[in-house]
């Protein structure tokens, strides 16, 4: 497990690596991508003397951290019972996360798509390019990473404070349904194919097909993948 003690070192159990950064930050990271990647399940009772053992810490940036990660919508406080990874039911998902990203994403992408220049489209195919890599390495980790990193620089790219502010307030919930959503795909290859498209409806700027293709693509491949839980 982590050891996060003054200097830090890689770690070698279901955390990832962590450096001498503020401790507190440390752990917010090391829990948030063990949640994020599926290490620790929904669910799962997260305990604070287990997760000061397993990191090498004391339990004060154990308590900061879940504090933290409460806000984020990761973990939620049970009185009486303890700490515990939250689950966004299909209904929650359709009817709230999904709108709201989709709401987020609709208007970031058209205010940017007159923003954005040559050298942010080059950024977004390397992008697109590390998912293709990705699928045909089978690594999930760089194809999501990579798809964050596609949407985030659009949405930063319209300069719209409130829009930015709403993404990075869900952008932890976005980030687990992605690492949750990609090992449905039949193929891998098709999020680099569906990034090509909002590339291409992004240099047109027709805000219709902005609407229409992030509509496809945010809601109507999730309805395809968890067709089997509705």
Not at 146 to 158: Q, R, T, W
Not at 182 to 202: F, T
Request: aromatic share 6%.
């Amino acid at each position: 497990m982590a050891d996060v003690r003054a200097g830090g070192r890689v770690s070698n159990g279901r955390f990832g690596a962590v450096w001498p950064v503020s401790r507190r930050q440390q752990v917010v990271d090391a829990v948030r991508d063990a949640i994020v990647s599926g290490q620790i399940v929904p669910g799962e009772q997260l305990k604070q003397d287990q997760l000061a053992a397993e990191l090498g810490v004391s339990p004060a940036p154990i308590r900061e951290a879940l504090r933290q990660l409460e806000s984020e919508g990761l973990v939620a406080h049970q009185p009486n019972r303890g700490v515990f990874v939250t689950e966004v039911s299909i209904e929650e998902l359709f009817e709230v996360l999904l709108p709201v990203r989709l709401a987020v994403e609709v208007y970031a992408f058209t205010q940017s798509a007159s923003r954005l220049g040559e050298s942010d489209y080059a950024e977004l195919e390397r992008l697109v390019a590390v998912m293709d890599q990705g699928a045909t390495d089978s690594d999930l980790v760089a194809i999501n990473e990579a798809d964050l990193g596609f949407h985030e620089l659009v949405i930063l790219a319209s300069e719209a404070p409130h829009t930015i502010q709403l993404w990075q307030s869900v952008y932890s919930r976005i980030r687990a349904q992605l690492y949750r959503m990609a090992p449905r795909h039949a193929g891998l290859g098709e999020i680099a194919d569906e990034h090509r498209e909002l590339l291409v409806v992004l240099r047109a700027g027709d805000p219709a097909a902005i609407r229409d293709t992030l509509y496809q693509h945010i809601v109507v491949t999730c309805q395809e993948l968890l067709k089997d839980q509705r």
